[in-house]
Each structure stands twice: as C-alpha cells, then as structure tokens.
C-alpha cells in the first residue's frame, strides 16, 4: 500500500480524537520496537562453561517412589 502524505494526513484526522491518539501510539511502539531490535547485539553462546560442575544421580530414570507423589500419605 503506497499512500500520499496527503491521504494518510486526511484519513488520520477524520479520525476520532481518541482514535488518533490510538494510531500515535502504535506508531511510536513500532518505532521504539524497530530502534530495540536494531541496537540489540547477541553474544554467540559459549558450550562447556560448567562442563564437570552438574553431577546427575546414578537413579536418575528409575521411577520416583509412592511417597514422593503422595507427599508421605501412604
């Protein structure tokens, strides 16, 4: 959609008061939206960083025991 500025100007104020502050709105949540995006700078990930500090248990797949759902109910 390519409108005039002349248009997009006559459409925007036969709007509502409280419409047109509505379109400001979204207009500048997309702006500021847009200027985030671009002064975003993601660090590649490093692997290994805690390789050797996570111990999983020996038991770890073997089925949790009754009392564990029944919090001790049994």
Same mark, same amino acid.
């Given at each position: 959609m390519n409108l005039s500025i002349e248009e997009l100007t006559t459409?925007?104020?036969s709007l509502p #008061?409280?419409?047109q502050? #509505?379109?400001f709105d979204f207009m500048?949540? &997309?702006k500021t939206k847009?200027?985030?995006v671009q002064t975003k700078h993601y660090k590649p990930l490093?692997? *290994?960083l805690f390789k050797g500090q996570i111990r999983m248990s020996n038991d770890f797949n073997e089925p949790l025991p009754d009392s564990f759902w &029944? #919090? *001790?109910k049994l």
């Open positions: 459409t925007f104020c #008061e409280q419409d502050q #509505e379109v500048y949540f &997309l847009s200027a985030r490093k692997l *290994g &029944l #919090e *001790g």
